[in-house]
């Protein structure tokens, strides 16, 4: 079962503009991660923020996570023709057999028109 | 440097034919292997996933098989292809026992069509 929701599923903005993509989860987790996909390819690791953490940072991509409403958020600053993909929130279970395997959400595609 | 090697990139089957689609990890030793598809439009799912040579722990019964000959290999299988298994396979490793601190690295897919 997927345990990650992004919101919104889809999102156009300017070049230049931020965007902030939304990630809801449902049960204890060990750490949340967001990851990129563009169009056709693999995915790629951004940034990992772990359930004991509130922020992080990483060049242009902000990450929060509040563990009590069980949501995070991805925010680019400044946002480029380049950052243009499909964003993916990804959940770590927090204890058991589920804490090494990760549980994607639907995505968002961000458009950053030029 | 740590490097994935997922092949073929695309793959299109008749019904009712074999698969066999091959991952592979190089500059680690004993990751953890993992197979997930995506459907059109969805996020992944994972299919299968591994902790050692051998050691095969599936999510999701199904049509399809995973197999860990080799520490570093990891192999995703079908005897007869049905049409719902058309999908993007994604291969993926994480560092054994470091789950905590690091994500997964993904291969670059493929894309298969069951026609």
């Known amino acids: 079962s997927q345990q990650g929701e992004e919101d919104p599923q889809a999102l156009s903005i300017q070049e230049g503009e931020n965007a902030t993509m939304n990630c809801s989860y449902k049960t204890s987790i060990n750490n949340l991660q967001w990851y990129r996909q563009n169009s056709g390819r693999g995915l790629v690791h951004l940034i990992l923020?772990?359930?004991?953490?509130r922020e992080k940072h990483s060049g242009r991509l902000r990450v929060t996570l509040d563990t009590s409403k069980k949501s995070s958020s991805l925010l680019i600053t400044a946002s480029r023709a380049a950052d243009t993909a499909s964003y993916f929130c990804a959940t770590k279970g927090g204890s058991g057999g589920s804490n090494y395997k990760l549980t994607f959400g639907k995505g968002t595609l961000l458009t950053v028109n030029p | 440097s740590q490097t994935i090697h997922q092949w073929p990139a695309t793959l299109v089957q008749p019904v009712g034919s074999p698969l066999s689609l091959e991952c592979t990890v190089e500059?680690?030793?004993?990751?953890?292997l993992y197979w997930y598809r995506q459907a059109a439009g969805r996020g992944l799912q994972l299919l299968f996933y591994s902790v050692g040579i051998g050691q095969i722990s599936s999510e999701v019964p199904q049509n399809l098989s995973a197999s860990r000959p080799q520490d570093r290999q990891f192999i995703l299988s079908s005897k007869k292809l049905l049409l719902s298994d058309s999908g993007f396979y994604l291969c993926?490793?994480?560092?054994?026992?470091?789950?905590?601190?690091?994500?997964?690295?993904f291969g670059s897919g493929t894309r298969l069509t069951v026609v």
């Open positions: 923020i772990r359930s004991n953490e």
């Open positions: 993926a490793w994480s560092a054994n026992g470091q789950g905590q601190i690091r994500g997964y690295t």
């Open positions: 500059g680690t030793s004993n990751p953890n």
